[in-house]
Each structure stands twice: as structure tokens, then as C-alpha cells.
């Protein structure tokens, strides 16, 4: 109960070491969110409402990178930018570009996954209508993503809450650096080996309040699209 109490001291009092680490967490989670989302969702979509030869398989193993182990992006991310991989010349590993690279491979198939799904319910309704517009390739992309955009937020969030909650890959490819690659989740479990439960509970806190956010940004979305739905 002391630590537990001190934990929030350090959240209410504004602890300087507490919030750099949450600023680099959201920091590295936003950037790496929004690459994702540029990849991803104009992927998904794609995917959804194009007929090619593979495209069954294409999307089988979209779907299975979705539960792809983080500690596995974490090695591959790690073996291209280590020294004697093929961008080792960068120097971008135990960095915080090298966390969101990782990110990025791991949230990307899942933003992708997500919005394949939502796109392609979507596709069968608009089908029929585009294709006597001539409403094609990017213009037909450009439209879905308009108009499924509340439900595709719910895809973001999602690779939101899963970016800011990762450890293995992230610890990997960062190295847990103090002041430079410590994010939230690597510091819980630094802290926790440490013995040093007051900082840990805290960053644990705000993690659980950070996970709770999203999820009821996720609730309000889908409840805000289904009264403009219906309106």
C-alpha cells in the first residue's frame, strides 16, 4: 500500500522521470501509428476490393501476421539495422526510430486486417454502384475510406492500444536505454526486476488509464457512427 501511494504521488506531483518516459512512449506509438495507418489502410482497402490472382493468400497471411510474436519482429528489425545486417550503415539501432520501426511491422497486418474486413462488407453493398459510375482504383479506394471512416478508427485505435502496450520488440531493438529508448512497458519490467515497485506502479497506472481511454474512445466511435447511421 506505501509503494501504491507513492505511485500516484509521482503521477499527481508530475515526476520528471515518469512523464519523459510517457512522452517517449506515446511519442515513438503515435509516429509509428500513423505510418501504419498510411500503409495499412489503403492496403486493407485494396485487398478488399480488387480481384487478383493470390489474393485469397494475400489476405490468409495478412490475417496471420496479426498474431505474429513481437519478439519475432523484434529479431527481424534487430538483425536488418545491426551492424553487419544491410542497414547496420544507418546507426539506427537502440533508437528511438528503430522502436517505431518495429512498431510499424507489427501494427501495420493488423490495421490492414481490420480494415480488409470493414472495406470488403462495405464493397459488396457499393459494388454494383461504383462499377456503373466507372468509380475504379484509387477513386473507389478514396470512397471507401470516406465513407467507412468511423469504423476504420476503431482499426487505428486498436493498433493504438496494441503499439503502446508492446514490450518484446520494442526492448529488442531499443535496449531499454534510460533518457533515450525507455518507454512504459520495457521500464515496468526493468523496475519490477529491480525491485522498485513505487515507479513501476505507477507507469503501470497510467498504462491501465491510457488501455481504458482507447477503449472507450473505441465504444464512443461506434456508438457516434451508429446514431449518424441512423439519423
Not at 494475400?58 to 496471420?64: G, P, Q, T
Not at 545491426?82 to 520501426?101: C, D, E, Q, V
Request: neutral net charge; charged residues 15%; hydrophobic residues 55%.
Amino acid at each position: 500500500m506505501d509503494a501504491l501511494a507513492e505511485a500516484f504521488r509521482l503521477i499527481i506531483t508530475l515526476d520528471a522521470d515518469l512523464y519523459e518516459i510517457l512522452w517517449l512512449s506515446i511519442r515513438v506509438s503515435l509516429v509509428a501509428l500513423a505510418i501504419a495507418a498510411v500503409i495499412g489502410l489503403p492496403l486493407g482497402t485494396y485487398l478488399a476490393i480488387t480481384d487478383f490472382p493470390g489474393r485469397k493468400l494475400c489476405i490468409l497471411l495478412l490475417n496471420a501476421l496479426m498474431g505474429m510474436p513481437p519478439v519475432v519482429v523484434g529479431l527481424m528489425v534487430y538483425l536488418l539495422l545491426s551492424r553487419s545486417g544491410p542497414l547496420g550503415w544507418m546507426g539506427l539501432l537502440y533508437t528511438p526510430t528503430a522502436m517505431i520501426i518495429a512498431q510499424v511491422v507489427l501494427i501495420t497486418p493488423i490495421i490492414a486486417a481490420l480494415s480488409n474486413q470493414v472495406i470488403e462488407s462495405l464493397h459488396q453493398e457499393y459494388h454494383d454502384t461504383f462499377y456503373s459510375m466507372g468509380v475504379t482504383g484509387r477513386r473507389a479506394v478514396a470512397a471507401y475510406l470516406v465513407d467507412a471512416r468511423y469504423a476504420l478508427t476503431t482499426c487505428i485505435l486498436a493498433g493504438f492500444g496494441r503499439a503502446i502496450a508492446e514490450v518484446g520488440a520494442v526492448i529488442i531493438v531499443g535496449g531499454n536505454i534510460d533518457h533515450l529508448t525507455r518507454v512504459m512497458t520495457t521500464a515496468i519490467a526493468l523496475e519490477t526486476s529491480k525491485g522498485n515497485l513505487t515507479l513501476a506502479l505507477a507507469l503501470g497506472a497510467v498504462l491501465l488509464t491510457m488501455s481504458l481511454l482507447v477503449n472507450a474512445l473505441v465504444i464512443g466511435v461506434r456508438e457516434y457512427a451508429e446514431k449518424r447511421q441512423y439519423a
